[in-house]
Antibody, heavy 129, light 108 residues
Framework: EVQLVESGGVVVQPGGSLRLSCAAS????????MHWVRQAPGKGLEWVSF????????YYADSVKGRFTISRDNSKNSLYLQMNSLRAEDTALYFC??????????????????????WGKGTTVTVSS | DIQMTQSPSSLSASVGDRVTITCRAS??????LNWYQQKPGKAPKLLIY???SLQSGVPSRFSGSGSGTDFTLTISSLQPEDFATYYC??????????FGQGTRLEIK
């Protein structure tokens, strides 16, 4: 069974740090780009960050750039999110998600389409004094 | 960033109804559009990718259409388990992925 299980969410004070983990199983972890997506209480989904299969490239939402660092350990089938300088607005349920893709041919070339096809149940981070 | 705007923000409907949710992008995204369903306290679930391709295991009453800036998600005959919140998401700009604000589908 393909599965993602997040952990590490706790209550932390503003300005504090935290590391979230996501354990993957049931698929070849090091074949896929992985994402973090968060959801503040009662709000919609916000993409946070992604990391390519080999960790060679990472990207962040402007709201977390310079404060959060995504990483992975393919030998442990694990994804991480190091969160520093936490703010109240970082309070959210944090999901990890596996990226899927499909290549479609057209006009003499392939186009690649990406989506998030497997999600964990999430881990809750609360930033409060 | 590409802004994704869904309408309506909430919708009341009855079992058996045909329902359509729209999603508009602030610039053309071709068909780089995905739809997700989220039930309270649960993770999002992929329904549709490339604007109109049904994810494996998703019932055929769900369908998607559109290209460019305007997209729709249609549920042909609502079932009790379909009451949830639906999100569109653009994958045209992968370096800044954005979701719509969500459409909450409630039982009338």
């Amino acid at each position: 069974e393909v599965q993602l299980v997040e952990s590490g969410g706790v209550v932390v004070q503003p300005g504090g740090s935290l590391r979230l983990s996501c354990a993957a199983s049931g698929f070849t972890f090091d074949d896929y780009t992985m994402h973090w997506v968060r959801q503040a209480p009662g709000k919609g989904l916000e993409w946070v960050s992604f990391i390519t299969w080999d960790g060679g490239a990472t990207y962040y939402a402007d709201s977390v750039k310079g404060r959060f660092t995504i990483s992975r350990d393919n030998s442990k089938n694990s994804l991480y999110l190091q969160m520093n300088s936490l703010r109240a607005e970082d309070t959210a349920l944090y999901f990890c998600a596996k990226e899927g893709y499909i290549a479609l041919s057209g006009s003499g070339r392939d186009s690649y389409y990406y989506y998030m096809d497997v999600w964990g149940k999430g881990t809750t981070v609360t930033v409060s004094s | 960033d590409i802004q994704m705007t869904q309408s309506p923000s909430s919708l009341s409907a009855s079992v058996g109804d045909r329902v359509t949710i729209t999603c508009r992008a602030s610039q053309t995204i071709n068909n780089y559009l995905n739809w997700y369903q989220q039930k309270p306290g649960k993770a999002p679930k992929l329904l549709i990718y490339t604007a109109s391709s049904l994810q494996s295991g998703v019932p055929s009453r769900f369908s998607g259409s559109g290209s460019g800036t305007d997209f729709t998600l249609t549920i042909s005959s609502l079932q009790p388990e379909d009451f949830a919140t639906y999100y569109c998401q653009q994958s045209y700009n992968l370096l800044s992925i954005t979701f719509g604000q969500g459409t909450r589908l409630e039982i009338k």
